[in-house]
């Protein structure tokens, strides 16, 4: 099974291949083979890997492995190569739905842009000011951003879904 480990900031592609009493690791193309043995009903594990013993022992949290061996303390984050496909293919499609932009969501009239070109807003500052149907709608910053270029200006009819302001 491949696995992905993540310890101390460093990430690791992780291959096990069980062999019965033995198990083989392939960790960047080196692969070795490794006998496990689980001491009592503990959570301590010997290890023989390349002719040298090793004890640690091993406690799981929510998200991570607590590795304790010889008075140092390792986290290590482990997915396994389906968890790792499925969290980067959301990454990567949640990061495609994010807009670097606002779209006006009626049509109206500008009467107010309460921003300038290179002014850094927070999430819910006020960007500009949208009158439709005698109602005057405060148009808000989604995310932190700097603005990158104003599309309309004060007293400009808008339509649906017309750009109003990029961000950076």
Known sequence: MKYSAKISGKEFDVTLLNRGEELEVNVGGDTIPVELIRIGGTNSYSFLMNNRSFEVEVTKNETDYIIHHQGSTYKCHVEDERLARLRSSLKQKSQS???NEIKSPMPGLVVAIEVKVG???EAGD???IIEAM????????PF??????IKV?????????QTLVVFE
């Open 97 to 99: 739905f994010i807009e």
């Open 119 to 121: 002014q850094q807003v």
């Open 126 to 128: 006020g960007i500009l």
């Open 134 to 141: 005698k109602m005057e709608n405060e148009i808000k910053a």
């Open 144 to 149: 932190d951003a700097v603005i990158k270029e």
């Open 153 to 161: 200006t004060s007293k400009q009819p808008v339509e649906m879904n």
